[in-house]
């Protein structure tokens, strides 16, 4: 049965750090782009971060950048989003994605459920 399972969120003040966690099972992603996305209540559903296979790139959105680091341990099979700096605007459901990118996973995507990050002062 593959899982993925984001753990780390909760309720933090600005300007505070979370590191978030997506822990897969199930099978291995180590050939598949990971990554992280976000929703805001009454907001569009966004990428917030991803990063390649071999884990040599990372690409972020606009808002997150200088803030947020993606990494992964594919040999833990585990993907982290580092948090500093959180911003009110920062606070939605962060998810956890896989993303297949080879020949033989081309196409296939796994989700996590969700894990809230809240801002607030």
């Known amino acids: 049965q593959v899982q993925l399972v984001e753990s780390g969120g909760g309720l933090v003040q600005p300007g505070g750090s979370l590191r978030l966690s997506c822990a897969a099972s199930?099978?291995?992603?180590?050939?598949?782009?990971m990554g992280w996305f976000r929703q805001a209540a009454g907001k569009e559903h966004e990428l917030v971060a991803d990063i390649s296979w071999s884990g040599g790139s990372g690409r972020y959105a606009d808002s997150v950048k200088g803030r947020f680091t993606i990494s992964r341990d594919n040999a833990e099979n585990t993907v982290f989003l580092q948090m500093n700096s959180l911003k009110p605007e920062d606070t939605a459901v962060y998810y956890c994605?896989?993303?297949?990118?080879?020949?033989?996973?081309?196409?296939?995507?796994?989700w996590g459920k969700g894990t809230l990050v809240t801002v607030s002062s």
């Open positions: 994605n896989a993303h297949g990118v080879t020949a033989a996973d081309y196409g296939m995507e796994y």
């Open positions: 199930g099978r291995t992603f180590s050939s598949y782009t």
